[in-house]
């Protein structure tokens, strides 16, 4: 049973490129959440999604962010003309359906993003 | 609006010891879970444990036990008998139990375990 899978691990984009982070939740899971760790800072959450729909983006910026869960594939996160700032590790998280109680949030092994 | 905060931004510890990781935590939820996360060089966030804000008795899972004092509104890491494998930052964190599962992180405690 494969755990949430990230890709790529490791991204390195020019400043004012694009970069898409990808996300396959477990096997069955239809919530997912994206957060963001800067250095030396703990996790901060952006946006939580489920299948086709955005629940909640109160943590995501207003501009150049964005993200997705489509009915099929994995969710997306895509952060347009990319700044220095936007170096950071992003992680997603997935839970099953009905989850109630934040323990059965599983986390990917995230994404380093580099911003040159 | 949750906070989290860990005042220890580095514990050292020799091998074979144990060692408390502090957090303490501001909600005015009256339900809430609380979590402990490693996150070892290698990056990946791992689950430690969890306590729930009605459960009386305080989490234990192996070496990991949860020292959970609601009215101070803290929710100390105790690792006994440390391992070198424990070097690592540890994250706390929590979510409240109404709502959306959010979780609020606070910014870490590097932990050293020399031999």
């Known amino acids: 049973n494969a755990g949430v899978m990230q890709n790529p691990r490791h991204l390195v984009r020019r400043r004012g490129q694009e970069a898409r982070l990808r996300c396959s939740p477990m096997k069955g899971h239809s919530h997912v959440y994206w957060y963001r760790q800067l250095p030396e800072e703990g996790l901060k959450f952006m946006v939580y999604?489920?299948?086709?729909?955005?629940?909640?983006e109160s943590g995501m910026p207003k501009e150049r962010f964005s993200a997705e869960f489509p009915k099929e594939g994995p969710s997306i996160l895509r952060i347009q003309q990319v700044v220095r700032g936007d170096s950071a590790a992003y992680f997603c998280?997935?839970?099953?359906?009905?989850?109630?109680?934040?323990?059965?949030?599983?986390f990917g092994p995230g994404t380093r993003l580099t911003v040159t | 609006a949750q906070k989290i905060t860990q005042t220890q931004p580095g514990m050292f510890v020799q091998e074979k010891e144990a060692v408390t990781l502090d957090c303490t935590y501001d909600?005015?939820?009256?339900?809430?879970?609380l979590f402990w996360y490693k996150q070892p060089s290698s990056g990946e966030m791992i689950f430690l444990i969890y306590q729930g804000s009605y459960d009386e008795q305080n989490a234990t899972e192996g070496r990991y036990s949860l020292n959970f004092q609601k009215a101070r509104k803290s929710a100390n890491l105790v690792i006994s008998a440390s391992q070198l494998g424990d070097s690592a930052m540890y994250f706390c964190?929590?979510?409240?139990?109404?709502?959306?599962?959010?979780?609020?992180f606070g910014k870490g405690t590097m932990l050293l375990v020399s031999p």
């Open positions: 998280a997935s839970s099953p359906p009905g989850a109630g109680q934040g323990y059965e949030q599983y």
């Open positions: 909600t005015s939820d009256q339900s809430y879970g």
């Open positions: 999604l489920q299948k086709e729909n955005i629940i909640d």
């Open positions: 964190a929590m979510r409240p139990n109404s709502g959306y599962s959010t979780l609020t």
